[in-house]
């Protein structure tokens, strides 16, 4: 699946909800099904601040391509670490890095995004265009 | 009356319960504010032309107003601020400068506000003066024995909250300005929060400086007030130089006016400050309205729960704010607060400016819902029952 296909997919799975209640119920059942974070990266390093929820988030590059592995000690904060997980882990570094992560805008998830102090997210996003262009 | 409690979000009622961030506005200070910008914007103090004369008049009336309302001896002691921000900032710099040097300690303790705390470090650390804190208790009260042990003839100030803007507990302030007066100690209080709920004589407070904002207190926004005590604003040296502050100005040398002019440099808040006059009338109407019916019934429900934490508990009910600031076992602030807020209710999650206090307790963050003498029962009832779902959602 390519990266655009990836965040269609995305989409159109929200777009099954109308209510704001049911996309957080949606995002609680991701959050809980998230991979488990490697315990041994669960350092200050990898630690994303927030004043809310806090973030961790690692990566490795493997065939020339960037992995991801995140955590969150907040769960609605966890699905969608487990969406951007899902839709960038495994591109390569060049396409991370251009991409603008603005899909996250389609679902209604911006405020989520928005540029307060509120979450790790958006550190969190930064952090992995961070590392994609560094990847490079 | 307040525009703003009308609306709607996510097609739910709004149930506004972040008060003690901010307050809404009622019609009457929107009005005011309206008004000032329409009808005789103006410089204050110096023009002699119509729309001059009509903004210095608005703008003494709300300097009346508020010594009125806190009971201040004379008008000369409001000096008008962005905020309760400005207000300590001008006192931690214009006090600390005339009073504070290498060796001497200031006071504050572990339930203040990022402002009643950056400040006095920063001073600390201009001046080599040393930083005190005072303890809270398991149950969010101030440690007064401690505090007492802490004065010392070193101690030039004690600056505390009247009431914290997480636990909601109301500060003996009499008796810390009694203990701090027999030692000779001036101290100011922080009265962003104690300001909506409690009502504040400084006379009776006998407190040196007495510091809030407006608009926690439904006057417009970037309005603050420092009440000092006249010796003090007498004895202090300018904060910030410009116009109006000014007696003579020449290249040799500039004199000052007097106390309040001295520390108000600069163009005023002139649009704003006139609210403060209709703010405080709301505010004296609407005082204490539901306060302890919401309190008794929200820490009924707050305590009975045991997936709930509830932190400020009190002793007595009357020493409680309805603030009330939560842990839930197993489910985040920030989730909470998501949910709640798709749910029409706006509510505060995280370290709430006080990351000290948060570390006293081991947290990271708590949820806190505040509210505000506009606030009805029933809000309270149905912020309990969401707050309820929310939980299951996440548990």
Redesign the interface.
């Known amino acids: 699946m390519t990266l655009q296909e990836a965040k269609e997919k995305v989409i159109e799975e929200f777009s099954m909800y109308d209510e704001?209640?049911d996309k957080?119920?949606y995002l609680?059942g991701l959050g809980k099904e998230l991979e488990a974070y490697p315990e041994e990266e669960r350092t200050e390093e990898h630690l994303i601040k927030g004043?809310?929820?806090?973030v961790w988030l690692c990566s490795e590059k493997r065939d020339g391509k960037l992995f991801f592995k995140a955590d969150s000690?907040?769960?609605?904060?966890k699905g969608i670490i487990s969406l951007l997980v899902g839709v960038y882990s495994g591109r390569t570094p060049e396409e991370i890095a251009e991409d603008d992560f603005s899909f996250l805008d389609n679902i209604g998830l911006k405020e989520?995004l928005s540029p307060t102090r509120?979450?790790g997210l958006v550190s969190m996003i930064e952090t992995m265009k961070k590392t994609a262009q560094e990847a490079i | 009356m307040f525009p703003a409690l009308g609306e709607k979000v996510y097609g739910k009622p709004l149930v506004y319960l972040d008060n003690a961030a901010t307050s809404q506005r009622p019609e009457a200070v929107i009005r005011k504010w309206e008004d000032m910008a329409c009808r005789c914007n103006a410089n204050i103090y110096r023009a002699v032309h119509h729309f001059a004369t009509q903004a210095t008049f608005e703008f003494e009336a709300a300097r009346e107003a508020v010594r009125d309302f806190i009971g201040a001896a004379d008008k000369s002691e409001i000096v008008f601020t962005s905020g309760t921000t400005a207000s300590i900032n001008l006192v931690a710099y214009s006090f600390g400068e005339r009073f504070v040097g290498d060796g001497d300690e200031i006071v504050v303790t572990e339930a203040e506000h990022h402002s009643n705390l950056v400040p006095w470090q920063l001073l600390c650390g201009r001046k080599k003066a040393v930083l005190k804190v005072a303890k809270v208790t398991e149950d969010g009260y101030l440690d007064l024995e401690q505090l007492a042990g802490l004065l010392s003839p070193r101690t030039k100030i004690v600056s505390v909250a009247q009431v914290s803007n997480v636990l909601g507990i109301i500060n003996p302030i009499k008796e810390i300005v009694s203990i701090c007066h027999s030692k000779g100690i001036p101290v100011l209080v922080d009265g962003a929060q104690g300001i909506v709920h409690c009502t504040v004589d400084v006379k009776d407070l006998d407190c040196d400086f007495y510091a809030f904002s407006g608009h926690k207190i439904y006057a417009a926004t970037g309005t603050g007030v420092l009440y000092a005590k006249k010796k003090w604003l007498d004895e202090m040296p300018p904060f910030m130089g410009g116009g109006e502050m000014i007696e003579s100005v020449s290249f040799e040398g500039t004199t000052f006016a007097k106390a309040p002019h001295k520390f108000e440099a600069g163009t005023q808040n002139i649009s704003a400050v006139p609210t403060m006059v209709p703010a405080l009338e709301t505010a004296k109407m609407l005082r204490g309205a539901e306060d302890s019916a919401i309190c008794e019934y929200m820490l009924d429900s707050l305590t009975s729960d045991p997936r709930i934490t509830l932190y400020g508990v009190p002793r007595r009910t009357s020493d409680k704010m309805p603030v009330f600031s939560f842990a839930v076992k197993g489910a985040h602030h920030e989730d909470l607060a998501l949910i709640l807020d798709k749910m029409g209710i706006a509510v505060r999650s995280g370290q709430m400016c006080a990351e000290p206090l948060m570390r006293r307790f081991g947290l990271t963050g708590l949820l806190r819902a505040s509210f505000a003498p506009y606030n009805t029962l029933d809000e309270a009832k149905y912020f309990i029952t969401s707050l309820d779902k929310a939980i299951k959602m996440l548990i």
Do not use: F
């Open positions: 704001w209640l957080y119920e609680i004043c809310q929820s806090r000690d907040a769960i609605i904060t989520n509120a979450g």
